[in-house]
């Protein structure tokens, strides 16, 4: 075995008795490759669970959401409100006018499965903060809200303390430096080599944050106090937690509290995460394999790149044979280069097939075995993922006797919408008008 890939549960992916592990006991380059975005999903999970500032935070999100967008009647009081105040801003000349600019924002609860919905709920909480507010007195204030008033009360209370916009600002950071990761990792046709390249990039970042980016922080965050009102602490005061007993809290000044525990805690947790996820072996090993990709004539070839990744199968390719590959590449990319029947080779996967099919498979043995080894290592993608989403939606309650070509029919249609909606209603009439004879021609 040399490649495995799961859900990333825990109970397969687990350090100590694992699938993954008992495996790798056994093969130990069986290398476990899991979807990239599912990896990005679980590190705020992982660091929401482990952190408990950020968990009364998403609590009291979850709280906000459940009261703002529990009816239209309240949606459309938070699109009027919000309305109202960029005319305002507009007859003010704070904002400008023009194409695409001030367009209608809502608060939408974030979905399980992607990180962006995560970050555009915070950016839109961050732009809307004084609408929010204002749409929660107003719901407070009506008659017919009485039994709702304790908890809209408390939302309002904690929605306006430092705590809640401090780590408001903390998870907008944080979410907004991996948002161009987030978006890689979704994309259908991934490309590993800048997925890659994000995954370090986000990395280095959150490593800036931790160890120069405290000022600029504090800076933007005193900013959007002042302009909503919002009293900034004393650092060296002693620490008051929000709606909470201080003998729950350990006595700490209010920088040991917001900038050691919190900023500098979740920031840490994080950079954890993402080492614990995107290990630099995996990461290097999928750096390596685009190496002796054949589109435009072997554009992207490496030869460092391609001994490096030989370095991982030791057992397939001994040091001695690592000496005769390092020539054999030489002259295996002239060969292609100036083969033309190898220019149109678009992936690995053909390139495979053409050199089974021209014999040199045999001549480059050492070069087809790392082709080999590269074709059968799973690389997981969210399309993968998403087939599986599909899935409930297409096969539902009222649909589970379909059969499994059915099933595999309307799958097909519903993941490649896209594809199909470039097909002509009068090629599909034809089509279906050659199957077999019709009574209406």
């Known amino acids: 075995m040399r490649g495995q890939g799961y859900d990333g549960a825990s109970n397969m992916k687990g350090e100590i008795n694992g699938l993954k592990t008992l495996i790798m006991n056994e093969s130990p ?52 409100v919000r309305a109202q105040k960029v005319l305002e801003a ?17 608060v939408t609860r974030p979905g ?3 990180w962006g919905s995560h970050f555009k709920t915070i950016m839109h909480i961050v732009s809307m903060y004084s609408t929010i507010l204002e749409v929660l007195d107003a719901i407070g204030k009506d008659p017919s809200q009485k039994r709702e008033w304790t908890i809209i009360r408390g939302v309002a209370q904690a929605i306006e303390s430092f705590d809640f916009v401090f780590n408001l600002h903390l998870m907008l950071v944080i979410l907004g ?34 160890s120069h980016g405290w000022e600029e922080f504090f800076s933007k965050l005193t900013l959007f106090c002042n302009k909503h009102d919002i009293q900034v602490p004393l650092w060296e005061d002693t620490y008051e937690p929000h709606g909470r007993s201080r003998r729950y809290n350990e006595v700490q000044t209010n920088d040991d509290r917001y900038r ?14 993402l080492d614990n996820r995107f290990d630099e072996v995996n990461t290097e090993l999928l750096i390596c394999m685009p190496a002796l990709n054949p589109i435009n004539s072997f554009a992207s070839y490496d030869a460092l790149k391609v001994m490096r990744l030989a370095e991982f199968y030791p057992m397939d390719i001994s040091s001695t044979y690592l000496i005769r590959l390092e ?5 295996f990319i002239d060969d292609m280069r100036q083969d033309d029947r190898f ?29 080999k080894l590269i074709l059968i290592l799973p690389v997981v993608t969210a399309s993968v993922e998403r087939v599986f989403s599909a899935m409930n939606l297409v096969k539902s309650k009222l649909k589970t006797t379909m059969s499994d070509d059915r099933l595999n029919d309307c799958l097909v249609t519903f993941i490649e919408r896209d594809v199909f909606m470039k097909v002509s209603e009068d090629d599909i009439v034809d089509a279906l008008m050659a199957m077999q004879k019709r009574r209406v021609t």
Request: overall charge negative.
């Open 29 to 80: 380059f069986a290398y476990y490759i899991h979807c990239f975005a599912h990896q990005l999903q679980l590190v705020p999970i992982a660091v929401a669970k482990e952190n408990e500032p950020c968990l009364w935070f998403l609590d009291h999100v979850s709280y906000l959401l459940n009261i703002v967008g529990v009816s239209c009647k309240r949606h459309d009081m938070l699109r009027d």
């Open 90 to 106: 507009l007859e003010m000349g704070e904002i400008e006018s023009g194409s695409e600019l001030n367009q209608e924002m809502g």
């Open 112 to 114: 399980d499965t992607r």
């Open 177 to 210: 430096y991996t948002n161009e990761l987030s978006k890689s990792l979704q994309k259908r046709d991934q490309d590993i080599v800048n997925a890659m390249a994000l995954v370090s990039l986000a990395k280095s970042r959150m490593q800036h944050l931790r």
């Open 260 to 273: 050691r525990e919190v900023y500098l805690g979740v920031i840490e947790q994080t950079i954890q995460e």
């Open 327 to 331: 020539f054999q590449l030489a002259i």
């Open 343 to 371: 220019r149109n080779a678009s992936n690995i996967g053909e390139l495979s097939i053409m050199l089974v099919a021209t014999k040199k498979h045999v001549l480059y043995d050492l070069v087809y075995l790392l082709i």
